[in-house]
């Protein structure tokens, strides 16, 4: 399903935090109608356009769940974990940094390349990193 496929949402994706998965569930949708506003060979109005979209509302949706990592101490349990997600996040952030850079220098990302690039990110992350937070986040709440 990777690849330039549309996501179809499924319970694999549901980390168990509402706020969260509310939020992914916006991503999975922006990067589908990324996917249907993409043509072969879209203009670099429309990749600066979309590329800017969802960085955005990554960056909104990492704030989010860097807030959650604070507020239940995610670092003092697994500092290891809690960095590497970190980690994920920024690359992720500058990896779209730089496809934006490429556009307004005229280099144009290929529909593929881009599609493939975001929704294998999108989902390696959530099918992992994003789940390994939840458990915790569920675990500790449980625990009062
Ligand atoms: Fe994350």
Same mark, same amino acid.
């Given at each position: ?36 506003? +993409? ?5 670099? /109005?429309? &990749?600066? =356009? ?5 960085? $955005?509302? #990554? +960056? ?5 769940? /860097?807030? &959650?990592? =604070? ?5 003092? $349990?697994? #500092? ?65």
């Amino acid at each position: 399903m990777i690849g330039h496929e549309l996501i179809v949402w499924n319970d694999e994706l549901v980390t168990g935090v509402d706020k969260i998965d509310e939020q992914h569930r916006i991503l999975v949708n922006s990067i589908n109608d990324a996917n249907a506003r +993409l043509s072969a060979n879209s203009s670099a /109005e429309i &990749l600066e =356009q979309i590329s800017r979209d969802l960085l $955005s509302y #990554a +960056l909104y949706h990492f704030e989010t769940e /860097e807030e &959650l990592m =604070q507020e239940f101490n995610y670092a003092g $349990s697994n #500092a290891d974990e809690s960095e590497a997600h970190l980690r994920q996040h920024r690359e992720f952030s500058s990896k779209v940094v730089a496809v934006r850079d490429g556009i307004k220098a005229g280099n144009l990302i290929s529909r593929e390349e881009l599609l493939t690039f975001l929704n294998g990110w999108l989902i390696n992350h959530i099918l992992k990193t994003d789940k390994r937070l939840g458990a915790f986040i569920v675990a500790k709440s449980h625990a009062g």
